[in-house]
């Protein structure tokens, strides 16, 4: 008997619900406001929710939004029921996290129905499955400037949250990398001391230069200084890569803008390439020049995800032009954050910073999605 | 036999939204025994109540940024509401002035909306006489579709929108009516 969570705060809607439900077949549980259903989904994970959009207090996107950024809750369904009926309420829903979305006022076998089709769907098993090795996911676009090094940044801290474990994030920009910055880091062995090893580097010295942060995040910096010769620097990465391999589940890299040797060896070492792209002509135009490339380095077409970073308020062109433009699915969207500066600024992940804004929930989206592609 | 709807809301109150030129405004309206044109229209009130109000930017319009129990609304910075059919027409004695057999598609720009959609006539459409002579405020668009000029990729649609006149800084129409059903 699947469970359903039904939150509410029209105690006449929770009634005649209760009742449909039950009769359907349901396990119900109900909430009356946002917190209340949290509480409830967080101690007793259902296997269905169905929330109200218009609450008091937490609204119905902010509960979505918290569901799916909470590890025990974020495979559950969930249907949204509101009386805001336009489209862009749809779509905020679907990227709050909802999978449908409902229209008051609504006949109960309506939503039994969708509540039916919506559990038959298949959906990840909860429990995370032991990954036999440590992946590795490069975070790459040709275009700078579109917000590739914030999404691996909150990237990296969505595994390390998603896993409960220390996940390993790397810096591959030569000339000038940010990622220590964002994390508000100061090491003091980077990238740099291990290209002056070469590929002889050890697992202990590599150990020295991963600094700890406190999302669980060990971050191999760039070099503090632009490196602008670094002749055999793709072999260094290569024995990076793999011992990191061994001893993290994920290592994410954020590479520069460039196909150098260093970005190169980490792209063919990578198991998954998000290749990031930005709603311009720009940007759509590297992305469809980056494609034969990654594909020339080894990688299948499963293995090269489009994430659309909206990294402005406005995308000056809709994400099915995008689609059009390149020809493939857009595997995310990560909406503009306008508290994503003011993160930055203070060297703490978007992620840590609002977890429930709709670009920290699609990110952990992002790393869920990831991480059941990996189990399969 | 009876069928029951799920939130449908107390009887006698209607979920509207509506939009100033920098809010959308999703509540609930107590019409009783009347309709949202009747409030609308009524020129006794310059305010309306409205109840469980969700407050959104035009900019941003799918997310909340504030909810109000209950909050008032000042009509005539009210640019247009989105309404059902049946609360589109007035009530009672002043409905028999509607429900005309000609449709025009139409063109308004508000600040800061465009809307397209048709409006029914008895008899050739005089556009003075619908946008600076009309009794009510706030006219009849049926196939609405309403776009925010500086976001046009926000578009709103309804069953039938209620448009300030009073706002309307352009009003364009077709020259040739279809026949309405």
Not at chain 1, 236 to 255: E, H, M
Request: with cysteine.
């Amino acid at each position: 008997m699947s469970t359903v969570l039904i939150i509410d705060d029209d105690p006449s809607v929770l009634k005649l619900l209760d009742f449909a439900m039950s009769k359907a077949g349901f396990r119900v549980v109900l909430a009356g406001d946002g917190e209340e259903g949290l509480e409830k989904a967080q101690a007793n994970p259902p296997d269905l929710a169905i929330v109200d959009v218009m609450m008091p207090g937490l609204d119905g996107y902010e509960v979505c939004r918290r569901l799916r950024a909470d590890p025990r809750t974020a495979g559950m369904a969930i249907i949204v029921l509101t009386a805001r009926a336009q489209a862009v309420d749809r779509k905020v829903a679907l990227e709050a996290g909802a999978d449908e979305y409902l229209v008051k006022p609504i006949m109960p076998d309506e939503l039994i129905r969708l509540a039916r089709e919506v559990l038959a769907r298949p959906r990840a098993a909860a429990p995370l499955v032991e990954l036999p090795q440590g992946r590795v996911v490069t975070v790459f676009s040709l275009r700078g400037g579109i917000g590739v090094t914030s999404l691996a940044v909150n990237l990296a801290v969505a595994f390390a949250h998603l896993r409960q474990e220390e996940v390993s994030l790397l810096d591959l920009s030569l000339l000038a990398g940010h990622v220590a910055l964002m994390l508000n880091l100061q090491p003091q062995l980077t990238l740099a001391n291990l290209l002056e090893q070469g590929s002889e580097a050890e697992e202990e010295t590599l150990d020295r230069c991963l600094a700890r942060h406190s999302s669980g995040v060990r971050v191999l910096a760039a070099p503090p200084q632009p490196v602008t010769s670094a002749s055999g620097g793709g072999q260094v990465v290569k024995r990076i890569v793999s011992l990191l391999r061994g001893r993290f589940p994920y290592v994410v890299a954020d590479t520069a803008s460039t196909l150098d040797e260093v970005t190169t060896a980490v792209l063919t070492a990578s198991d998954l390439v998000l290749v990031i792209v930005a709603a311009e002509v720009q940007a759509l135009q590297t992305a469809i020049v980056s494609l034969p490339a990654l594909r020339a380095l080894g990688h299948e077409d499963d293995d090269l995800w489009l994430v659309l970073n909206q990294y402005t308020p406005k995308s000056p062109l809709p994400t099915q032009a995008a689609e059009k433009a390149l020809r493939r699915p857009v595997r995310a969207t990560i909406p503009y954050e306008p508290a994503l500066p003011q993160a930055i600024q203070r060297g703490v992940p978007l992620i840590l910073h609002q977890p429930t804004s709709p670009m920290a929930t699609a990110v952990a989206r992002l790393a869920y999605q990831i991480d059941k592609h990996f189990e399969k | 036999m009876k069928r029951t709807i799920v939130g449908a809301g107390p009887r006698g109150y209607v979920t509207v939204d509506f939009f100033t030129g920098d809010y959308r405004v999703s509540a609930q309206i107590n019409v009783r025994n009347r309709t949202v044109n009747d409030i609308l229209n009524d020129k006794r009130l310059s305010y309306i109540e409205v109840f469980d109000t969700y407050i959104s930017r035009i900019s941003q319009p799918g997310y909340i940024v504030g909810s109000h129990h209950v909050a008032l609304l000042r009509k005539d910075t009210i640019s247009f509401a989105i309404v059902p059919t049946g609360e589109s027409r007035p009530s009672g004695q002043r409905a028999y002035r509607y429900g005309g057999k000609l449709l025009y598609q139409v063109f308004l720009t508000l600040p800061a909306f465009e809307i397209q959609g048709k409006v029914h006539t008895t008899g050739k459409l005089d556009l003075y006489a619908f946008l600076a002579t009309n009794v009510d405020d706030f006219v009849i668009l049926t196939e609405p579709v309403a776009r925010v000029a500086n976001f046009p990729d926000n578009t709103f649609s309804g069953e039938a929108f209620l448009v300030n006149r009073l706002l309307v800084t352009m009003f364009c129409a077709s020259e040739q009516p279809e026949r309405a059903a």
